[in-house]
């Protein structure tokens, strides 16, 4: 007997986030690559986690998450958004925004559901449909503004469409989206029963005075969406990997049920640290868009000589950088190549496609969410290009 599985995700390899910053670490390369700061989390958030670690808060939790953070972040909800959010039926905690789009996904797809979602997309999306018997159907958003073509959503829904799923501002592309994209959807899903689950893990960093559209904003997509966040990207802490997912009762209900049996629940000193954080520290989330807006400046600037052509991201803190002047290779031999030879890691953007993008791009991912003097030494290693 062969004891080897039938893989239940054949096409699905080690994540070319992993790939990428292995690679840099063999090549002591400037890592760009894996989206998450050189810098550490706020003083005083991690004074309040010191704090409940040496104050006996290291047992089990509630699975929802503990009850002052779920409260912080349904005042957060309401501060940013002006929505009202019962923290004790409609927010789960979660290991990470990875954790809630599972758990969302899981409990809305079952086998033959279709599920839309956006290339170049975000890399856990159609794996975890697929896991669940769900068919991902991926629209492409064309370079080099990578807007969403809504007729083409239109025309894509039939009546086994379950789920949009959506992102914004958006990884990789550092993209936002619109009122009208908002108001687009919300006339394309009238009537019909499918939802929506809005990844809005950068929901804070979103630049040049522009309003974050979250699903929040309108009323009648909120009714019928999970929204998630991630408190890695918000807190400079990607490795607590905490996130949370807000959802009417009805669906927060079915969530639980999965999460339940996932993770079950998250660390409690962090969710402790997070709560009071959160609660006494209210401008922390007003101001991270200047802060990363100043980190993009910087590194746009930095460039400003160099043979890229460069679109400052909108959001985010990604920024591409089309080298179609430099080389005619393609964007993942172009990366490993700069890695392995120049010492500076990027993500190509090829590998968040499902089928290679209609017209050739030339197009690599760079994280700015660095110290300002990583951000130089890759500024001059990219200007010698
Ligand atoms: C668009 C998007 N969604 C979800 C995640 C996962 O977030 P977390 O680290 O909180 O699981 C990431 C992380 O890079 C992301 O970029």
């Known amino acids: 007997m062969e004891l080897l599985p039938k893989s239940k995700l054949p096409h699905v390899e080690t994540t070319v986030f992993t790939v990428m910053s292995a690679l840099a670490d063999k090549h002591q390369a400037l890592n760009l690559s894996q989206g998450f700061p050189d810098f550490d989390p706020p003083d005083e958030l991690l004074d309040r986690v010191s704090f409940y670690l040496n104050n006996s808060y ?16 349904s005042d957060k909800l309401k501060s940013v958004y002006g929505i009202e959010t019962d923290p004790e039926r409609e927010i789960t905690v979660t290991a990470g925004a990875t954790e809630a789009l599972f758990c969302a996904i899981t409990s809305l797809v079952r ?20 896991l669940n018997g ?17 007729d083409e959503v239109s025309d894509s829904i039939s009546d086994k469409t379950r789920l949009i799923i959506l992102n914004t501002p958006h990884n990789p592309t550092g993209t936002v989206l619109s009122s009208g994209d908002i108001e687009a959807l919300k006339q394309i899903v009238a009537g019909k029963d499918i939802y929506i689950i809005s990844d809005e893990v950068y929901e804070h960093i979103i630049f040049d005075g522009v309003k974050h559209e979250s699903v929040c904003r309108c009323p009648e997509l909120l009714e019928r969406s999970f929204v998630v966040s991630s408190f890695g990207k918000t807190f400079h802490a990607t490795g607590w990997k905490i996130g949370y997912c807000r959802a009417p ?8 049920k999965i999460h339940q049996f996932v993770n079950f629940t998250v660390s409690t000193p962090f969710q402790m640290a997070l709560a009071d954080y959160l609660k006494v520290n209210k401008e922390f989330c007003d101001q991270l868009g200047s802060f990363y807006q100043a980190k993009r400046d910087f590194f746009c600037s930095l460039l400003s000589k160099s043979k890229f052509h460069v679109r400052p991201s909108q959001g985010t803190y990604f920024q591409l950088l089309d080298y179609s002047n430099i080389s005619g290779e ?9 890695t392995r030879n120049l010492g500076i890691a990027s993500i190509p953007i090829s590998v968040f496609y499902k089928k290679p993008p209609a017209s050739p791009q030339a197009l690599l991912r760079f994280c700015f969410a660095k110290d300002d003097a990583t951000l130089e030494k890759a500024g001059e290693i990219l200007c010698g290009i």
Request: net charge negative.
């Open 111 to 130: 086998p033959n559901d279709e599920v839309v979602m956006f290339d170049p997309c975000y890399d856990s999306y159609d794996p975890v449909v697929s």
């Open 58 to 73: 290291n047992q089990y939790p509630p699975m929802s998450g503990v009850l002052p953070l779920r409260i912080s972040i």
């Open 330 to 338: 393609l964007d993942v031999t172009v990366s490993k190549d700069w």
């Open 134 to 150: 769900g068919i991902p159907k991926h629209l492409e958003m064309r370079s080099p503004d990578f807007r969403i073509d809504w």
């Open 249 to 256: 009762a009805e669906l927060t209900r079915e969530f639980r």
